[in-house]
């Protein structure tokens, strides 16, 4: 994964810089894409199964996209972030794309301020799962809540979610977490955009042949347009992680 520059992701930030988008030009055997995981690591482990098992007949590149929102929410954000940085399963590559609740998290622990912001998305399961009593959080004062957050948050979830980047570019579709202006090149798209848009704000039309599968706004079924895919299947209330297969012989949804 390449590196990212750093964002502070709260929309209406237009100043900052931006994470990386990545590009390849050449396909795998075989893509499968994971939408929001929001903290569900059962059903993360069920879908990441399997994917193995419907990935045996395929002997080339196997590659998992993660669609971003891994936190918030649901019961083990923390295990989630702990299952997405150890390997992959064998034979696989995975590349973790950002999603804007991840950006949310970072911030915070840059700069642990907004804890009734973070909590009205969701976390404060996230904090919950590492240990921490959000009440307590919110009694201390900000030098005291970042040493309470250093000691409890692994470095390497730290590191983790700042490296995450927003895209992932193939020949004729892109993985993004939230959805991409028709029109617009992957470098000029606004980072706001990639982590926050809903379907609405991005016309469908006129993407001349380009697929944007994404995840960000759920549903209690995937999405499936000649446009667009999104994998959000609002698995914290539905039970349902959504993922998509893409390869040479089309697509199909497993979900755990």
């Given at each position: 994964m390449l590196a990212a520059l750093r964002t502070r992701m709260w929309p209406g930030r237009p100043d900052e810089p931006v994470r990386a988008r990545l590009r390849r030009q050449r396909w795998p055997d075989v893509v499968y894409?994971?939408?929001?995981?929001?903290?569900?690591?059962?059903?993360?482990?069920?879908v990441e199964a399997r994917i193995v098992e419907d990935a045996r007949s395929y002997e080339g590149g196997k590659l998992i996209v993660m669609l971003g929102?891994?936190?918030?929410?649901?019961?083990?954000?923390?295990?989630?972030?702990?299952?997405?940085?150890?390997?992959?399963?064998?034979?696989?590559?995975?590349?973790?794309l950002a999603?804007?609740?991840?950006?949310?998290?970072?911030?915070?622990?840059?700069?642990?301020?907004?804890?009734?912001?973070?909590?009205?998305?969701?976390?404060?399961?996230?904090?919950?799962?590492?240990g921490l009593v959000p009440s307590r959080l919110a009694n201390l004062g900000e030098a005291r809540r970042r040493a309470m957050l250093s000691a409890h948050v692994p470095r390497q979830h730290v590191e983790f979610l700042n490296a995450l980047p927003t895209a992932l570019q193939f020949p004729g579709v892109t993985f993004v977490h939230a959805g991409l202006r028709p029109g617009v090149d992957l470098d000029d798209q606004s980072e706001h955009d990639l982590l926050w848009m809903r379907p609405d704000?991005?016309?469908?039309?006129?993407?001349?042949?380009?697929?944007?599968?994404?995840?960000?706004?759920?549903?209690?079924?995937?999405?499936?347009?000649?446009?667009?895919?999104?994998?959000?299947?609002?698995?914290?209330?539905?039970?349902?992680?959504?993922?998509?297969?893409?390869?040479?012989?089309?697509?199909?949804?497993?979900?755990?």
């Open positions: 894409a994971i939408g929001d995981v929001h903290g569900c690591l059962d059903q993360l482990r069920a929102d891994y936190i918030d929410r649901g019961p083990d954000s923390a295990g989630v972030l702990d299952h997405l940085i150890s390997p992959p399963p064998p034979g696989f590559e995975r590349i973790c999603g804007n609740h991840e950006t949310i998290m970072a911030d915070f622990l840059e700069q642990p301020r907004d804890l009734a912001g973070w909590i009205s998305l969701g976390g404060d399961v996230t904090l919950t799962s590492y704000q991005g016309d469908d039309r006129n993407r001349e042949g380009h697929m944007v599968i994404h995840g960000h706004t759920p549903g209690s079924e995937p999405v499936l347009l000649p446009t667009r895919i999104c994998l959000d299947t609002a698995v914290c209330a539905t039970g349902r992680l959504t993922a998509l297969r893409l390869s040479r012989t089309g697509i199909r949804i497993i979900q755990s």
